[in-house]
Structures are given as C-alpha cells and as structure tokens.
C-alpha cells in the first residue's frame, strides 16, 4: 500500500529504499545502542524469506529475549488481516514517521511498514522501552 495509512501517516512507497532482503537484522542496532539496553551480541537467523536477529537481555534471575525481523514483500494490511494476536490487538502507531501497528496489550510487538518490507521488534517483557528499540532500528535503517 502507498500513501496514507488509516491513521493519516504515509507507509513508505513499494519498491523504495531501503531494500528489506539486503538488510541484516543483527547490523541495526549499534554495539552503543545494544549496550544502554542491556544487550549482548545477537544471533542471526533466517526462516524462509523473513529474517532474525535475537538479542538476550538478563532480568532478574533468567534472560529475556528480543528479537527483531525484517519481513520483505509483507505490508501492515497483511498484519491487520491476520487473526488477532494473543496480546489483545494492534492499534496504529507510527515509527520515525512511517506507520506502525503496536500491540495494545502484553507482549511488546511492533511492526514498521518500510516500503519493501516490515520490521518488526518482539520483546515479550520489559515493555518500558518497547518504542525506543525498534525507533532506533528504523532511524538506522533511513540514515
């Protein structure tokens, strides 16, 4: 979908930069960024056309992971249309100017329609800074 979203935000055009298959989801973060969070080195993976990168961080006495995948080809329509989630919905947000679909209830899920693709960030706990990690994964993204 190009052009406005139902919320007003423009979803970036089809086809655009940056291309979601040439992005390595373990590279969006900084080590700097990974650090402030808490984070360690990430472990990358690949199932079928989407792509992963998990995260740990360590709270209180067992790790936590976070993972972010990148989706070429998917679009925030697809996500609308899905059955509804375990964590009670999506609303319609937006990130770094792009539309967005976050989950309104437990479970921290963001999704970011970049044009060629979606990413999205999962942190099943610590939802304190669900916004700021896939914020700075997008801002790095467009830089």
Do not use: F, K
Request: hydrophobic share 40%; with cysteine; net charge negative.
């Amino acid at each position: 979908m190009t052009g406005p979203s139902r919320t007003g935000v423009p979803e970036a055009p089809r086809g655009g930069r940056p291309a979601c298959h040439a992005v390595a989801p373990c590279d969006l973060l900084t080590s700097a960024q990974l650090a402030a969070a808490g984070l360690g080195a990430g472990r990358a993976a690949d199932t079928g056309p989407a792509r992963s990168c998990t995260w740990s961080r360590q709270q209180a006495s067992n790790a936590v992971p976070v993972v972010l995948l990148v989706m070429p080809g998917a679009d925030l329509d697809g996500l609308r249309s899905a059955p509804t989630p375990v964590s009670g919905g999506y609303v319609e947000a937006e990130v770094g100017g792009l539309a967005a679909l976050r989950t309104s209830g437990p479970g921290c899920t963001t999704a970011v329609d970049v044009g060629s693709g979606l990413h999205s960030m999962v942190e099943p706990a610590g939802c304190a800074d669900r916004g700021t990690m896939i914020e700075l994964a997008v801002a790095n993204l467009l830089a």
